[in-house]
């Protein structure tokens, strides 16, 4: 019975480059939502997605920052030209429906170089 | 907006005994839950508890239970016979349950208890 799925675990980017992290949620969960943490800090809302749709990107930073949850496959997280501040643990979670309690992955480390 | 915060940066306690990790929540939704997750050095997140607004009980997990004072909008975690491996940093979080913040879960800035011989 697998729990939320993250990979990588970790991820070292060069700053200009693009970071694709991937979630797939607990089997029957079709709620999936994305979170970051900074060092020392609690995790911050990103984004809420439902299977092809994005119902909450109000944490979202505007610019080089997108997520998908497309009807097959897992639900990626996208940064493209990724900075230093960039740098921190991304956490996915998900539910069986969106009033149910949120269940994390072990998360992605992303250092930029 | 909801705010959830954790006044205490850092707490020891010695093994066996019990300890009270406090939260302090801020929020304008009639109904939420609070949460509690246990991040251990490792980095993943462990839920732990819940309580919702309208339980009449306090919460309680095994060696876990939630001290739910609704008046003073607290929610304290309360981990009792203390073992090493409960070493780790602790969020309390919290949701709403109106539409706009259904979603999402709001944290605090974390406790980090250490668990000591």
């Known amino acids: 019975n697998a729990g939320v799925m993250q990979n990588p675990r970790h991820l070292v980017r060069r700053r200009g480059q693009e970071a694709r992290l991937r979630c797939s949620p607990m089997?029957?969960?079709?709620?999936v939502y994305w979170y970051r943490q900074l060092p020392e800090e609690g995790l911050k809302f990103m984004v809420y997605?439902?299977?092809?749709?994005?119902?909450?990107e109000s944490g979202m930073p505007k610019e080089r920052f997108s997520a998908e949850f497309p009807k097959e496959g897992p639900s990626i997280l996208r940064i493209q030209q990724v900075v230093r501040g960039d740098s921190a643990a991304y956490f996915c979670?998900?539910?069986?429906?969106?009033?149910?309690?949120?269940?994390f992955g072990d998360g992605t480390r992303l250092s930029i170089l | 907006a909801q705010k959830i915060t954790q006044t205490q940066p850092g707490m020891f306690v010695q093994e066996k005994e019990a300890v009270t990790l406090d939260c302090t929540y801020d929020?304008?939704?009639?109904?939420?839950?609070l949460f509690w997750y246990k991040q251990p050095s490792s980095g993943e997140m462990i839920f732990l508890i819940y309580?919702?607004?309208?339980?009449?009980q306090n919460a309680t997990e095994g060696r876990y239970s939630l001290n739910f004072q609704k008046a003073r909008k607290s929610a304290n975690l309360v981990i009792s016979a203390s073992q090493l491996g409960d070493s780790a940093m602790y969020f309390c979080a919290m949701r709403g349950y109106n539409t706009g913040t259904a979603s999402k879960l709001t944290f605090g800035t974390g406790t980090r208890l250490q668990v000591t011989l």
């Open positions: 929020t304008s939704d009639p109904s939420y839950g």
């Open positions: 309580q919702g607004s309208y339980d009449q």
């Open positions: 089997k029957g969960h079709s709620h």
């Open positions: 979670a998900s539910s069986k429906e969106f009033n149910q309690p949120q269940h």
């Open positions: 997605l439902q299977k092809e749709n994005i119902i909450d």
